[in-house]
């Protein structure tokens, strides 16, 4: 049975990191999305563009990688990181994590 595609995320609420698609927020909190709907998430939670968010500090995930570069990470972020690698270990996340945390080598 397919899920029921997400189309209004102006009241999106924070969830535990189970899946590879989303944004993370500067505080930590993971905003489930799926696949292709970081544009729509961007316009209608926060009004703005995914560039604007990603210069605001929020990571974008996309496949379980981080889509943004050159981000000051902060420590909830990375305690979010940590609880989806704990979550799954060998999936694509837990590798960038690793990746992170080697700090970018």
Same mark, same amino acid.
């Given at each position: 049975?397919?899920?029921?595609?997400?189309?209004?995320?102006?009241?999106?609420?924070?969830?535990?990191?189970?899946?590879?698609?989303?944004?993370?927020?500067?505080?930590?909190?993971?905003?489930?999305?799926?696949?292709? +709907?970081?544009?729509?998430? !961007?316009? &209608?939670?926060?009004?703005?563009?995914?560039?604007? /968010? $990603?210069?605001?500090? =929020? @990571?974008?995930?996309?496949?379980?990688?981080?889509?943004?570069?050159?981000?000051?990470?902060?420590?909830?972020?990375? +305690?979010?990181?940590?609880? !989806?690698? &704990?979550?799954?270990?060998?999936?694509?996340?837990? /590798? $960038?994590?690793?990746? =992170? @945390?080697?700090?970018?080598?």
């Amino acid at each position: 049975m397919m899920a029921q595609r997400i189309t209004n995320y102006t009241k999106a609420q924070p969830v535990a990191p189970t899946q590879e698609d989303g944004w993370i927020a500067p505080d930590g909190k993971f905003y489930a999305i799926p696949c292709g +709907d970081h544009y729509e998430f !961007a316009e &209608q939670f926060a009004h703005t563009k995914p560039s604007s /968010l $990603e210069a605001q500090g =929020w @990571l974008h995930i996309s496949y379980g990688f981080i889509r943004n570069f050159n981000v000051q990470i902060t420590q909830p972020q990375m +305690d979010t990181l940590w609880d !989806a690698f &704990q979550a799954d270990p060998r999936s694509a996340r837990a /590798l $960038e994590l690793k990746y =992170w @945390l080697d700090g970018g080598k």
